[in-house]
């Protein structure tokens, strides 16, 4: 069974990640601030293009456009 919180596979009936320690059974809580990588379920910072835990591309949000597109216009 997937951990919903941080992606780790536990065994079948366990009720709490050994991971990460949260529960196998609840929906993961939304964090602010954090980009969830798709590949490993790694919260990074907002605003990084790739994840620190396993390498893969985050995807890019509108947001993080909009953040990237700024910090062009301030530097150009």
């Known amino acids: 069974m997937k951990c919903p ?3 780790a596979e536990n065994p ?3 009720k709490l990640c050994g991971d990460c320690g949260g529960s ?3 929906p993961p809580q939304p964090r ?3 980009s969830k990588c798709p590949n490993c379920g ?4 907002e605003g ?3 994840c620190a835990d396993c390498g ?3 995807s890019r949000t ?4 909009a953040q990237s597109e700024e910090r062009k216009k301030k530097e150009g």
């Open 5 to 7: 919180n941080c992606g």
């Open 12 to 14: 079948e009936g366990q």
């Open 24 to 26: 196998v059974n609840t």
């Open 32 to 34: 602010r601030g954090l």
């Open 42 to 45: 790694f919260d990074n910072p």
């Open 48 to 50: 990084r293009r790739f």
């Open 56 to 58: 893969n591309m985050i």
């Open 62 to 65: 509108p947001l993080v456009i």
